[in-house]
């Protein structure tokens, strides 16, 4: 972390498991620094009950998955599954939580710690019944700003026909107009952004850019890849450009979805790999690059590895003190990737208002508080349509880390740059209407991850439109 210049406060990061959590710690009377790190990501739990799912148990093998009653929480990633006796251990790599369990008649009694300190003790027996998760309602107190009325929408969430829908908000001119949140959420709780915030990584190279840091986005990416790497390099794959990973145009065989078979290089395939970087830079080319546009998280996450070649403090602190901190964002977490450097290809958490900043940061052309945070070239070369995404059903146009797509309202098209993540994480920058339109959710098996656009135009843009 950084200490302030009146050495009172120390602006910083714990890193735990995948995640960096940032903080703020104020000095005490006594010397000491003290803040709140919510391991969990919420701001308190609504639930306290506590499931333990053992499955595939044979022998000595297992696995062993920890599920919490408030499913605000986005869930464990569990591995390092072992057992000797009557002894279990397995770990959380996202969180860095470890777990051991004794296994006694009809009862496991679990022991949770954070590195060696015990954290909390769980007496376990068999379930019988349906285990109660989440489904915490609206809360009401928690509908911040209503100065447009969107009743319609607001039943259809409480009768879930709009299922999983966690927030809304709605800035317009740089005032908000409504903030409303569902389920249990606040504004307090950050929420999983998935690869929405491959758009926060686009502005990172765009800030490394501005102060010349990066030359220029013709450059090759093995201009900054460690020399282990530059053995794979031929005269196609020289030609990656930060230009082309920007707008996913790479030519790798790096399609996300969408592709016959899976692809080498797809994120699901990759992120199970030793080394991330070496099972992408040494996919097959399927196109030249900066011809065909395929979505994949391979792209920003080689961009990820070039700015934390150029950039010369840690990388996430390079993002709070020239991204974050500008915009007065201090809630958040970064998700590391398999070196422990910020993941660019998405996974960071902020909440939903902060979100609403970051992309009136962009409708504000790179301007915060009369402030330039990023450079109206910058933002303009973000917005421009390259090419389209071919392997989307929609065959969206795509900026840099940025979605293009078009709505109608009352007979007119109302076009749209949007940040998007799985699950239905968006973020909608409408410049004809001067508005930002954020919402987040939940659909993250159901098929239902596009259903935020759905409730933008049919709900949000007749009554906004004028």
Same mark, same amino acid.
């Given at each position: ?22 903080? /703020? ?60 006796? @009557? ?10 939580? /470890? ?64 299922? /999983? ?20 959420? =606040?504004?307090?709780?950050?929420? @999983? ?78 992120? =199970? ?43 996430? @602190? ?16 970064? *998700?590391? @990737? ?54 989307? =059903? ?30 239905? *994480? ?24 596009? *259903? ?15």
């Amino acid at each position: 972390g950084r200490l302030s210049e009146k050495n009172n406060k120390i602006n910083g990061f714990i890193k735990s498991g995948l995640l960096f959590y940032h903080l /703020n710690l104020t000095k005490t009377n006594t010397g000491s620094f003290t803040g709140v790190w919510n391991i969990l990501m919420v701001d308190e739990l609504k639930s306290q009950k506590f499931y333990l799912s053992l499955e595939n148990g044979s022998g000595d093998k297992y696995q062993a998955y920890p599920i919490l009653g408030d499913n605000r929480f986005t869930g464990t990633w569990c591995g390092n599954f072992k057992k000797e006796n @009557d002894t279990i251990s397995f770990s959380d790599i996202k969180t860095g939580l /470890n777990f051991l369990g004794k296994l006694l008649d009809q009862k496991i009694q679990l022991s949770v710690y954070l590195e060696s300190y015990l954290v909390t003790q769980i007496a376990l027996s068999p379930s019988h019944t349906d285990w109660q998760i989440g489904n915490f309602g609206t809360n009401k107190k928690d509908k911040i700003n209503q100065s447009i009325q969107l009743n319609e929408l607001e039943n259809l969430i409480a009768k879930d026909s709009l299922p /999983n829908t966690h927030s809304i908000l709605i800035s317009k001119k740089g005032k908000i107009i409504y903030e409303n949140y569902f389920a249990g959420y =606040n504004n307090r709780i950050p929420h @999983d952004m998935r690869s929405a915030s491959k758009s926060i990584s686009s502005a990172i190279v765009g800030i490394a850019k501005d102060r010349f840091l990066l030359e220029s986005l013709d450059q090759s990416i093995f201009d900054f890849l460690p020399q282990k790497y530059q053995i794979y390099k031929d005269s196609l794959k020289y030609k990656i450009d930060i230009k082309s990973l920007l707008t996913m145009s790479s030519g790798l065989d790096a399609l996300d979805f969408g592709a016959e078979g899976v692809s080498k290089a797809s994120e699901g395939n990759y992120q =199970n790999s030793e080394d991330w970087t070496k099972t992408i830079i040494t996919a097959p080319m399927i196109n030249e690059p900066n011809e065909h546009a395929n979505y994949g998280s391979a792209n920003p996450h080689l961009l990820g590895v070039a700015m934390d070649s150029v950039i010369p403090e840690q990388l996430e @602190d390079f993002i709070d003190k020239n991204l974050f901190e500008k915009l007065e964002i201090s809630n958040y977490i970064i *998700q590391a @990737d398999n070196i422990g450097s910020p993941y660019f290809g998405g996974g960071m958490y902020l909440t939903p208002n902060d979100m609403m900043k970051f992309g009136q940061l962009y409708l504000n052309l790179g301007k915060w508080e009369n402030e330039k945070v990023l450079s109206e070239e910058w933002v303009a070369n973000s917005f421009k349509n390259y090419r389209n995404l071919e392997n989307t =059903n929609d065959k969206n146009g795509y900026g840099f880390l940025w979605w293009h797509h078009g709505y109608q309202v009352n007979g007119k098209s109302i076009k749209t740059i949007e940040a998007r993540g799985s699950g239905g *994480q968006y973020i909608f920058v409408i410049p004809e209407l001067e508005t930002v339109v954020v919402i987040t959710s939940g659909n993250f098996r159901n098929g239902k991850f596009q *259903q935020p656009e759905l409730i933008l135009e049919k709900y949000i843009l007749p009554k906004i439109y004028s």
